[in-house]
């Protein structure tokens, strides 16, 4: 049987965008448009107003052929009213089917299409994701394990008796002694230390510039009060610092030197309770232990250790900016002043209040009192140095100490004192000396 081949009319599709195939009675028309569904003729009632057609084309004799028509679109998203082009092209194939092909220049898109970029994207996050989960896991692995580990322990050689072991706890652990270690204070700073002496050194110096005179007195010093106040390995003996304070010329320079001594001494760990400046407590623990003959090598580490321990629970009552007057340190203070200013009174400037001059000297013996207890708060051991160095000869005087660490915080001895606070010399006395 002949085919047909039907050519679309050139005016375009007609309006309402659809193409009307007519065959001959029976047969099946489908026609595929963007946007309608296909629709299916009855064999017995065929679709109106279907164009006539033409003398050029044959109608098929055959009632089993098939016509298929395929939009064609420049553009995905075309219209359902745009023009459609149709392409035919004659088959004669052994079933006498006539087909009409459209092709279409673009396929439209799927929707469920994901790009490149979001795969990679999706790829990323969820390695990410992974090693997140891996690295938590193995972070609780080890802390679990590492709260199963037993304690170590350290062994610190006793004198006499073999050795102490010292449990250290994990950092995990709520042992007591653990949770002490971790709150104590920490050492001060050497140069806050040094500086504290400085500050202590200047307040003196201001404060004899400005209550005492050099001008000659008749009177001599009172020897009963000196006494007081040259106690323990003072460098100068009181007779010699009873004439350079009667010498207009040395006075200001003993003046200092009595000051000085007065509240140095006396914060001294060495100092006997009587006359000390630290917490009666700490001094009378002071004494016993000074006095008992232990292993020089295991002392200083014992000590370092206790003094830190005390520091800590006497903190609230002695670590204050102030002392009051409900302070234990406060009578010998008071014994301290009571000597000190019966030995500078004849020198004292008439011009200037003396009520002001006694409560100047009082506050300067309090703040050293607080000094000496931030000193004995410190694990490491330190010390004053009074003696002048060899290379300053004959007829010098040291006003003031050197501030040095003899010993670290863990009590181990330096091999040589670490100087935090040069010491002030005064020079040019061999005559008076």
Same mark, same amino acid.
């Given at each position: 049987?002949?085919?047909?081949?039907?050519?679309?009319?050139?005016? +375009?599709?007609?309006?309402?965008?659809?193409?009307?195939?007519?065959?001959?009675?029976?047969?099946?028309?489908?026609?595929?448009?963007?946007?309608?569904?296909?629709?299916?003729?009855?064999?017995?009632?065929?679709?109106?107003?279907?164009?006539?057609?033409?003398?050029?084309?044959?109608?098929?004799?055959?009632?089993?052929?098939?016509?298929?028509?395929?939009?064609?679109?420049?553009?995905?998203?075309?219209?359902?009213?745009?023009?459609?082009?149709? $392409?035919?092209?004659?088959?004669?194939?052994?079933?006498?089917?006539?087909?009409?092909?459209?092709?279409?220049?673009?396929?439209?898109?799927?929707?469920?299409? *994901?790009?490149?970029?979001?795969? %990679?994207?999706?790829?990323?996050?969820?390695?990410?994701?992974?090693?997140?989960?891996? %690295?938590?896991?193995?972070?609780?692995?080890?802390?679990?394990?590492?709260?199963?580990?037993?304690?170590?322990?350290?062994?610190?050689?006793?004198?006499?008796?073999?050795?102490?072991?010292?449990?250290?706890?994990?950092?995990?652990?709520?042992?007591?002694?653990?949770?002490?270690?971790?709150?104590?204070?920490?050492?001060?700073?050497?140069?806050?230390?040094?500086?504290?002496?400085?500050?202590?050194?200047?307040? *003196?110096?201001?404060?004899?510039?400005?209550?005492?005179?050099?001008?000659?007195?008749?009177?001599?010093?009172?020897?009963?009060?000196? +006494?007081?106040?040259?106690?323990?390995?003072?460098?100068? *003996?009181?007779?010699?610092?009873?004439?350079?304070?009667?010498?207009?010329?040395?006075?200001?320079?003993?003046?200092?030197?009595?000051?000085?001594?007065?509240?140095?001494?006396?914060?001294?760990?060495?100092?006997?309770?009587?006359?000390?400046?630290?917490?009666?407590? *700490?001094?009378?623990?002071?004494?016993?232990?000074?006095?008992?003959?232990?292993?020089?090598?295991?002392?200083?580490?014992?000590?370092?250790?206790?003094? %830190?321990?005390?520091?800590?629970?006497?903190?609230?009552?002695?670590?204050?900016?102030?002392?009051?007057?409900?302070?234990?340190?406060?009578?010998?203070?008071?014994?301290?002043?009571?000597?000190?200013?019966?030995?500078?009174?004849?020198?004292?400037?008439?011009?200037?209040?003396?009520? /002001?001059?006694?409560?100047?000297? /009082?506050?300067?013996?309090?703040?050293?009192?607080?000094?000496?207890?931030?000193?004995?708060?410190?694990?490491?051991?330190?010390?004053?140095?009074?003696?002048?160095?060899?290379? %300053?000869?004959?007829?010098?005087?040291?006003?003031?100490?050197?501030?040095?660490?003899?010993?670290?915080?863990?009590?181990?001895?330096?091999?040589?004192?670490?100087?935090? /606070?040069?010491? $002030?010399?005064?020079?040019?006395?061999?005559?008076?000396?």
């Amino acid at each position: 049987m002949a085919s047909s081949t039907t050519t679309p009319p050139a005016g +375009g599709i007609p309006e309402g965008g659809a193409i009307n195939n007519v065959g001959a009675p029976g047969q099946q028309t489908m026609t595929t448009l963007p946007g309608a569904e296909s629709t299916r003729s009855s064999p017995s009632q065929p679709p109106t107003d279907a164009p006539k057609p033409t003398e050029n084309e044959a109608p098929s004799s055959s009632s089993a052929a098939n016509t298929v028509v395929t939009p064609v679109s420049s553009s995905p998203t075309a219209s359902p009213n745009a023009p459609v082009t149709a $392409e035919s092209g004659y088959n004669s194939s052994s079933n006498d089917n006539s087909t009409i092909s459209a092709g279409m220049s673009n396929s439209s898109p799927k929707s469920n299409d *994901i790009s490149p970029g979001a795969a %990679a994207g999706i790829g990323i996050g969820c390695a990410i994701a992974g090693a997140l989960i891996a %690295a938590a896991i193995l972070v609780l692995f080890f802390r679990r394990r590492r709260r199963r580990a037993p304690a170590r322990s350290d062994a610190i050689p006793l004198n006499g008796f073999g050795s102490v072991e010292k449990t250290i706890a994990s950092p995990d652990s709520v042992s007591p002694v653990g949770m002490i270690e971790r709150s104590l204070p920490q050492p001060a700073e050497d140069q806050a230390l040094g500086g504290e002496l400085s500050r202590l050194k200047t307040a *003196i110096k201001n404060h004899v510039q400005s209550y005492y005179h050099t001008n000659s007195v008749r009177g001599g010093v009172d020897q009963v009060a000196l +006494g007081l106040i040259a106690t323990g390995n003072m460098p100068l *003996i009181a007779s010699t610092l009873g004439s350079l304070l009667s010498n207009p010329v040395t006075r200001m320079t003993a003046i200092r030197f009595c000051i000085t001594w007065t509240v140095v001494s006396r914060i001294d760990q060495n100092c006997e309770p009587s006359l000390s400046f630290l917490p009666p407590e *700490i001094a009378s623990c002071l004494l016993s232990i000074n006095s008992t003959r232990d292993d020089p090598s295991t002392k200083p580490g014992f000590m370092s250790r206790w003094k %830190a321990f005390t520091a800590a629970l006497l903190h609230d009552r002695y670590g204050s900016s102030t002392v009051t007057t409900s302070d234990a340190r406060n009578r010998n203070i008071s014994e301290a002043l009571q000597a000190l200013n019966a030995v500078l009174s004849p020198f004292a400037d008439e011009q200037r209040d003396d009520r /002001e001059r006694v409560q100047k000297l /009082e506050e300067i013996l309090k703040r050293g009192a607080r000094f000496g207890f931030t000193l004995f708060s410190q694990p490491s051991q330190l010390d004053f140095d009074w003696n002048a160095p060899p290379s %300053a000869g004959r007829g010098t005087l040291v006003i003031s100490p050197a501030l040095t660490q003899v010993a670290d915080d863990s009590g181990r001895r330096l091999p040589r004192p670490r100087v935090l /606070e040069e010491q $002030e010399v005064a020079r040019g006395l061999e005559t008076y000396l």
